[in-house]
């Protein structure tokens, strides 16, 4: 994608199955647990950069040793900072006791990160502050060692006004009006319960008050406090936690908007954001590791080591999010490597309509560096029907037939070059509105020689377009010093049509090229009564509190085909003066689940929104559009 966008955040789990001593023994370190849950998150840094955490947990302490522990950091490279803040409280502590340095007994009481349960997280601020205090993990403390909480996740409620005012009720005071805090209270309000449940039936049974204790621990059922706490709950999430006995656990929600996968052996459970980080770090094939189904609580036992998993509340339908699999997981997961592919693949047929002088007078490239995978499938199709077409020609030779004629069409092979380069070392830091587009426009090199000017069309593919800014302020213009004859960019994802509310930040509809597309389509035929009678329906919504019924935004597309706005987004982005025919394609919105089958969380480009706080979003954000607000559509009081 070469417009920046913000996006999700990543979360992991370690659970070790063994004691410390094991791993000692078996991988000559006591701290094997900690070395894997870094590695785990290094490799989902793509997920966040905006502020990152870990908590660790031990089991089993001893009263008056500390049993868990937090660190944050939202420094630049935080999980790095992190991990290196970890490794100096390691070393001092290895420098005072050098004789007991590698002791994995003496490391759990002494060191504060030596523990059998690891949570990490990284995070991407869609909203809100990138203070320390909106890092996760976020905690709360208890002497009960059954009502502590340590609580990540990945995930963005839509309806956090309505969460905070059942809080209210309860009456708790939050501190907060944000997801993460309404989140945290309210687990933490069905945890009590459980134990106060709990603790009256075992002290009506006549046990003690350390009896109880551990009795407790082994029955509390994070199942029903999952699903109590998730009952109001609108959005896409994974939430993962770790109680103070033990107990760990990772929810998802019940569409499957973000993703989750699990594994689990004799020695360790694990489970995370993606499914590659899990296969690299801990060496195991993709088949090997389990998808979290939506509506699903994975959960380890502290005091019995036993991993179930159990559905938790009401079952949607799967939703999971396609942009994630365009775009922003780790293309080295073989079934989104395999998708990325795919797209590439069925967007060559539109690319084929654009092409005037036909295939062999095209020059096939990709810009960013995350759009190669789309390439290759996109260069995989135009192969296939070059192929095509030299049989077609050979069966046209007449005998007999002409070795060199011959060999001139076995020759033809669509035509393939890296010719754009992203310079990562450009900063675009300076404040001067025309020195930053200058500085901008020199963020890409280009490769020169390859294009005949005038002649060759330069087709270059894009995960997806989004604004549109870079493209116009720089991609383009670098594109155009080329001289080729046309120049057509290829988005292998739809138009992205619609805000998100589930965790990427595009929350604000009329910063959209495809929606700034639409209204000016609106403007220029005539059909301006649209615009108005959309806002009057939502107004009407609103007063009735029904803004989650539908999408009403809908109505501004439904006058133009896919091509028309397209076209129309290709005017708004040509920059001034461009030298060469110029032309912006979409794959169409057919193939998206040919590409992707197994993930159908389209509303970006459909606006069919898995759930209805989504609905309130793209109707509030329109409403943002229309009265001139500048401010995100899941911002707090919407109705």
Known sequence: MSDSIKHECGVGIIRLRKPLEYFQETYDTGLWGLNKLYLLMEKMRNRGQDGAGMACLKMNMKPGLPFHSRIRSVKPSPWTDVYHTVMTQLQDIRSQYPQEKYDSRFLKKHFPYAGEVYMGHLRYGTHGSNKLNACHPVVRTSNYINRNLALAGNFNLTNVDQLFQKLVELGQHPRHLTDTETMLERICH?????????????????????????????????????????KLWDGGYVIGGVIGNGDAFVARDPSGIRPCYYYQNEEFAVAASERAAIST???????????????HVWLIKGA???????????????KSCSFERIYFSRGSD?????????????????????????????????????????????LEAAETHMNQLKAQKILQLKA????????????????????????????????????????????????????????????????SIVRGTTLKKSIL???????????LIVSSAPQIRYPDCYGIDMSKIHKLIAFQAAISLLEETGQTHIIEEVYQEIKAMEANRTM????????????FTEDEVAAKITEILSPEHIPCKLEIIFQPLENLSKAIPDHLG??????????????????QAFLNYYEGKNARAYQFGMV
């Open 548 to 559: 989650y019924y539908k999408n009403v935004v809908k109505a501004i597309y439904a006058p």
């Open 190 to 230: 069905f945890l009590d319960n459980e134990n106060d449940q709990l603790e009256s039936k075992f002290r009506n049974d006549g046990f003690s008050n350390n009896e109880i204790v551990q009795l407790i621990s082994n029955e509390l059922d994070i199942t029903a406090i999952m699903s109590r706490s998730a």
């Open 477 to 487: 213009n670098i594109l155009s010093k080329l001289e080729p004859y046309k120049i």
């Open 334 to 378: 073989p079934e989104i490597y395999q998708e990325r592919k795919a797209l590439g693949h069925w967007v060559f047929d539109k690319v084929l309509e654009h092409l005037e002088h036909g295939l062999e007078q095209a020059v096939f490239s990709f810009i960013p560096n995350t759009a190669e995978t789309s390439f290759l499938g996109m």
């Open 602 to 619: 389209d509303w970006y480009f459909s606006g069919d929104y898995p759930t209805p706080g989504g609905n309130r979003v793209v109707n």
């Open 400 to 463: 007999p037939i002409d070795p060199d004629q011959l060999e001139e069409i076995l020759a033809l092979r669509p035509r393939s070059e890296k010719l754009v380069h992203k310079d990562v070392k450009m900063r675009t830091f300076i404040a001067d509105d025309s020195s930053r587009d200058d500085l901008v426009s020199h963020v890409y090199d280009v490769t020169r020689g390859y294009i005949e000017p005038e002649k060759d069309t330069l087709v270059c593919i894009d995960d």
């Open 281 to 295: 770090v801990f060496d195991l094939n993709p088949e090997e590791i389990f998808e979290l189904a939506p509506g």
């Open 304 to 318: 019995t080591n036993e991993v179930s998993v159990t559905a938790f509340t009401p079952i949607q339908e799967k």
